[in-house]
């Protein structure tokens, strides 16, 4: 059982024992007001991260912002605080992020505490543009000890090495990843890998798994579009990369919206060569696109 968890209990308890003792009515009523007002003080960093999290589900990026600021200067646990600091950092508060990653490795952390702790700090590392002491950090966690394993490190790890230009280490850590846990982020890595191999093949045979799950994140409607841009359907790869540009943009992720728009115009431009006819009147959906699209912090 967790330490906080314990701490809980006992104030429960305590706050019973209070209520029930034949004592006047002032302190067997004032004092667990007290605890429970200190409990709201000295927990008001958890408050504040459960307001951002709502704010999160309401895509409301300045009271995310606003919360997890409060959140970080209030005392938060190691696996919130986690949360909160990449929360900061995709709203570029790195200095924020960087001063909440050193609280909380300042605190009385548990080995996986401690090992959580350096998978969320390869982040900061990233965003600093320090990408090869962040792909550095994760290899040397994942082979610490051999069996430190998460979701998040093989997601994380798999997407900095494709994108610091080691193909071969990504093709084989991404396959790993993907018999450890094939959440669509992980099995878009692999599709990416192959992409950057020119292994069309395996590539469209695993970007089809990824689209089947319907995914909300830009990088795998972007990832098919350039699968079929390669293959010559033009037509399926504007569909795809317009799909890419009304789905989520990660603000730690390297693919932006520029990019994408440069993709559309360009098989706009391959269709008008194949046919002027084909190619519809856009104009109003594109319209749409722009006003779901706003630049925002996913």
């Known amino acids: 059982m967790k330490r906080s968890t314990i701490k809980t209990l006992v104030i429960i308890a305590v706050i019973i024992i209070i209520l029930v003792l034949p ?9 667990p007001v007290l605890i429970i007002l ?9 408050i504040w991260y459960f307001f951002g999290l709502r704010a999160g589900r309401n895509r409301d990026h300045e009271k995310i912002l606003k919360y997890m600021l409060k959140a970080s200067h209030s005392g938060l646990s190691v696996e919130r605080g986690c949360i909160a600091a990449v929360t900061l950092l995709k709203h570029d508060k790195i200095e924020s992020a960087e001063q909440l990653f050193t609280t909380l490795a300042s605190m009385n952390n548990s080995t996986s505490q401690k090992k959580l702790l350096k998978s969320y700090q390869a982040l900061l590392f990233w965003k600093k543009g320090e990408r090869d002491e962040a792909v550095m950090l994760l290899e040397n966690l994942l082979n610490e000890d051999g ?20 193909t071969e280490r990504a093709i084989e850590l991404n ?29 469209e ?13 830009s990088e795998a409607w ?3 579009g350039i699968i079929a841009e390669h293959s010559g359907d033009y037509e399926a790869a504007e569909s795809h990369y317009k799909k890419s540009l009304r789905s989520i943009f990660s603000n730690l992720s390297l693919l932006k919206k520029d990019i994408v728009k440069e993709r559309i115009q360009k098989m706009r ?28 912090p996913d």
């Open 147 to 166: 069996r430190y394993r998460t979701t998040h490190l093989y997601s994380t790890l798999g997407y900095f090495l494709l994108h610091t230009g080691n």
């Open 38 to 46: 200190y409990l709201l003080y000295t927990g008001r960093g958890t």
């Open 222 to 224: 972007y990832h098919a």
């Open 205 to 217: 045979i695993i970007c089809s798994k990824v689209i089947e799950a319907s995914p909300a994140f």
């Open 269 to 296: 431009i391959q269709l008008e060569k194949q046919d002027p006819q084909l190619l519809p009147d856009n104009s109003s959906e594109e319209e749409q696109t722009e006003i779901k699209n706003e630049n925002t």
């Open 175 to 203: 396959l790993e990843a993907v018999d450890y846990d094939p959440t669509p982020d992980i099995q878009d890595n692999l599709a990416a890998s192959y992409i950057a191999a020119g292994d069309w093949e395996n590539a």
């Open 23 to 31: 004592i006047s009515p002032l302190p067997r009523f004032g004092i």
